[in-house]
């Protein structure tokens, strides 16, 4: 089967840097995927490794070991708008489609 | 690009009914996805399509769903009987798929939040 895990709750103030962890058994994997999702919205895409390392996008940046089955995602300058859920997702066939973690709520504090 | 876009936004339902929802993917995006996601949880694949092709379906899914994508272009997913067990957030998602690899973005559209009564 598939399962990831990543924890539920993260608190962190305004400005800090957190990092959420993602671990994951898949019978297939192609690449891992981080989504953010606010409140009563959508799912909005963070970023994506296929290859170990690091890759960044602004604020945030993910990275993944495939030997160790991690990833995690690294919110750097946080600001009050990051306050979300995040999620961890593989894409475990080269159908495209992902399994999803239960993801992680950011509360971002003042 | 307007997004991907779904319809209704929100559906009450009783028992038993049956419920259509529709999505409009991203025009130029070849795959749609379906999902459905309960509170605290992750999004849940149910089926996806290229083009017009349902490729995939979940062994999770069953015979009361079903989804169609007739011309490649907008989908359907319908629940037959209702249960209040499929009361959740139904979420479409649309991607530009290329056989030359590489990352493939699924953008989500807003979701349709159902309640069976």
């Known amino acids: 089967g598939q399962s990831l895990e990543q924890p539920s709750e993260v608190t962190a103030v305004e400005g800090a840097i957190v990092q959420i962890n993602c671990t994951y058994q898949t019978s297939g994997f192609y690449g891992l995927s981080w989504y953010q999702q606010h409140d009563g919205g959508a799912p909005t895409f963070l970023s994506y490794?296929?290859?170990?390392g690091l890759e960044e996008t602004g604020r945030f940046s993910s990275f993944l070991s495939r030997s160790d089955s991690y990833g995690y995602l690294l919110l750097q300058e946080l600001q009050m708008k990051d306050s979300a859920s995040y999620f961890c997702a593989v894409r475990d066939t080269n159908a495209g489609k992902s399994t999803f973690g239960d993801g992680t709520t950011l509360t971002v504090k003042p | 690009d307007t997004g991907v876009s779904q319809n209704p936004r929100h559906k009450i339902t009783k028992r038993g009914q049956n419920v259509t929802f529709r999505c409009d993917p991203i025009?130029?995006?070849?795959?749609l996805y379906w999902y459905r996601q309960t509170l605290g949880q992750g999004p849940e694949f149910l089926t996806y399509f290229q083009n017009e092709a349902q490729l995939e379906k979940s062994r999770l899914l069953s015979d009361r769903f079903s989804a169609e994508r007739p011309k490649g272009s907008f989908s359907t997913l319908e629940i037959q009987r209702t249960e209040q067990g499929d009361s959740a957030m139904y979420l479409c998602a649309s991607s530009l798929y290329s056989t030359s690899g590489g990352g493939e973005t699924q953008y989500f559209g807003p979701g349709t939040r159902l309640l069976v009564l």
């Open positions: 490794n296929a290859l170990d």
């Open positions: 025009s130029e995006h070849n795959r």
